[in-house]
């Protein structure tokens, strides 16, 4: 079979990472590139031997020979660019969050059903190994039941206007930047929470600067941070009736894990393959190969539940976004 050629759009610096892994993957290549900045393609594809560079998005759609798209650009402009690219025939990985919100999400699995085009939320952390493993021992057991979650995501970031971050327009700020990774863990392990008690401080911008939640389980609770105040340590920590673990920083990207038992600490690594992109560009393909239009690891379904928690948690604290 012909290699899966992957067309990437948004070239900031999460596109790089990924096309340094997508070149680890067999039976895949990186075939075309677009940039609203012509200069900017042209510049991409040359450092990572792209076949062909666009000024725009639209023209890569157009591009018949594009099997996938790849998109990272800010969450604003997800469903759009998601939609247009389902209906010109590509497949399509998505960066997270999916969408801004659930209505987002909807209309882009619609389209995909309609088109029978594969989409999936390029949520790489379900794929990472270490995590794989622990979802695994969970589920066998390993530490009886789970009752608490303590996971965050933090980093210093000083306010800066002009950055995406910091952009309501954009989508901005911390919830959907990085607080998916905390609501991902807590979700993957415990389900869909009862309640939801939530808190932020705001930027001068309008984005959420730091956000809280603490999500209540009949029989367990989960305590989520998200900020770009100050730098967490990045250790995710679950704790059982029969024992703890404890994923090492930075938990989202971890290369291994810690099972505590009975005062006894085992220490498991799992080293990924380069970043750990590969094992969604893998996901992409195997799926592809199969004629399926959603991967079975992290599902349409997922993807809702997901997005449906961080609307939850922005009705709790405020925050709308002025596209909405």
């Not at 309501?168 to 309640?195: E, M, Q, R, T």
């Not at 730098?231 to 989202?252: C, L, P």
Request: with cysteine; proline share 3%; glycine share 8%.
């Amino acid at each position: 079979m012909q290699k899966l050629k992957w067309g990437i759009i948004g070239l900031g610096g999460i596109a790089h990472k990924f096309v340094k892994d997508l070149a680890l993957v067999e039976g895949v290549e990186l075939y075309a590139v677009a940039s609203r900045s012509i200069e900017k393609a042209d510049a991409f594809a040359q450092q990572y031997k792209a076949k062909k560079a666009y000024g725009s998005y639209e023209d890569l759609f157009k591009d018949e020979a594009v099997d996938i798209v790849y998109i990272a650009t800010p969450h604003n402009s997800h469903k759009n660019l998601s939609i247009e690219a389902l209906q010109a025939g590509k497949h399509v990985l998505c960066e997270k969050p999916l969408a801004v919100n659930r209505t987002q999400v909807e209309a882009m699995i619609t389209t995909a059903q309609n088109e029978k085009r594969f989409l999936m939320e390029a949520f790489w952390s379900k794929f990472n190994p270490s995590i794989q493993a622990i979802f695994k021992l969970i589920e066998n057991g390993e530490i009886g039941e789970v009752r608490y979650i303590n996971a965050d995501f933090c980093f210093l970031r000083e306010v800066d206007e002009p950055h995406r971050l910091f952009n309501l327009d954009l989508a901005g700020g911390a919830l959907l930047d990085v607080g998916v990774y905390p609501v991902f863990l807590a979700y993957s392990i415990l389900g869909l929470p009862k309640a939801i008690v939530a808190g932020t401080n705001f930027a001068s911008t309008g984005v959420d600067l730091q956000t809280a939640a603490i999500f209540n389980y009949p029989k367990a609770m989960a305590n989520l941070m998200c900020g770009l105040r100050s730098t967490s340590n990045m250790v995710a920590k679950i704790y059982g009736t029969e024992g703890s673990i404890f994923i090492d920083a930075r938990w989202h990207e971890t290369q291994g894990f810690k099972i505590i038992k009975n005062g006894n600490v085992e220490s498991k690594s799992y080293p990924t393959k380069g970043k750990g992109f590969t094992y969604e560009i893998e996901e992409c393909k195997k799926c592809i190969l199969k004629n399926e239009i959603e991967s079975k690891v992290w599902s349409h379904q997922n993807s809702l539940d997901l997005i449906s928690l961080t609307d939850k948690i922005r009705e709790q604290i405020g925050l709308k976004y002025p596209f909405e």
